[in-house]
């Protein structure tokens, strides 16, 4: 069971995070099948609650809090699925944002897609682990089976790094670099569409103030016939924001999958150093 308008209205009127998670609790009911599902839920409840808190300190009315709320809700179910991959995520999104678009005026369309970025399609590795591993237990331990490489500053700031070590890091700090670097130039772009798409909604604007009206050059056919071919660009526009979003998506996740390989590559490295290093005892005689 889903959450329902009525149901965000109390939300917004509860006094605290708390009560507003219990609100929750009351219209998604969870289905447990080992303990683990239960602290799942748990945090399920509170990436909703977020994504309605921010919807409405955007200024979101109850009713665009309650059809993103829902979006939401059926973009962790999509990652639920253990077949789902992100490319497979951007798909769906994009494909059920055009139904969504007509509920939105633009600037909360762009808002809303900005909080996706930076939550699913971002942290979309970490959605997946939480939501989608089968380990039935209460705690998570962790064990260093393998060598992670030291900061030599750290022990000692005199000592020089192995040559493995210091390769590995640079060939990260590549990857890092360049992930910075992808997010300032779709930041970029991003601005550049915003702005012209501003100027298309001036241009709407005017038609419809200054140019009819009394004692006005326009006549009403005019102006419609003159806003509709004014509204192709905003369209356009729109448009190609929502490119923009997903390429930066597509181009992040291809070099975090190539950073991630190498990352398990040294893991492996190290387990081997490791493996080779341990020489069986013999037996007494």
Not at 19 to 26: F, G, S, T, V, Y
Not at 38 to 59: M, Q
Not at 153 to 179: C, G, M, N, R, V
Request: charged fraction near 30%; proline fraction near 3%; aromatic fraction near 10%.
């Amino acid at each position: 069971m889903s959450i329902t308008q009525e149901a965000i209205k109390r939300i917004a009127l509860s006094n605290n995070k708390n009560d507003a998670i219990n609100e929750l609790r009351k219209n998604i009911v969870p289905n447990y099948k080992i303990r683990s599902d239960f602290w799942r839920h748990e945090i399920f409840l509170n990436l909703i609650y977020d994504l309605i808190a921010h919807c409405l300190k955007k200024g979101f009315s109850l009713h665009q809090c309650f059809v993103c709320s829902n979006f939401f809700e059926n973009l962790l179910n999509f990652i639920r699925k253990s077949s789902s991959k992100l490319p497979s995520l951007v798909d769906h999104i994009l494909e059920n944002l055009k139904k969504l678009q007509p509920k939105l005026c633009d600037k909360s369309l762009h808002e809303f897609i900005d909080y996706l970025n930076l939550t699913i399609l971002t942290h979309f590795n970490l959605y997946k682990y939480v939501f989608c591993f089968d380990k039935d237990d209460n705690s998570l331990i962790v064990k260093n089976a393998f060598h992670i490489p030291v900061d030599a500053t750290k022990e000692d700031e005199k000592s020089a790094k192995p040559y493995d070590t210091w390769l590995y890091e640079q060939k990260i700090k590549t990857f890092e670099t360049k992930e910075e670097e992808i997010k300032n130039k779709y930041e970029n772009q991003r601005k550049e569409l915003l702005a012209e798409e501003e100027n298309a909604f001036k241009l709407i604007e005017f038609i419809k103030n200054d140019a009819y009206g009394a004692d006005k050059p326009l006549d009403e056919k005019s102006m419609t016939k003159l806003i509709e071919n004014a509204s192709i660009p905003v369209i356009n526009f729109t448009k190609k924001v929502l490119k923009c979003e997903m390429d930066q998506v597509k181009e992040s996740y291809i070099n975090n999958k190539q950073k991630q390989e190498i990352i398990n590559a040294e893991i492996e490295a190290q387990k081997a150093k490791q493996t080779s290093s341990i020489t069986p005892k013999g037996k007494k005689k």
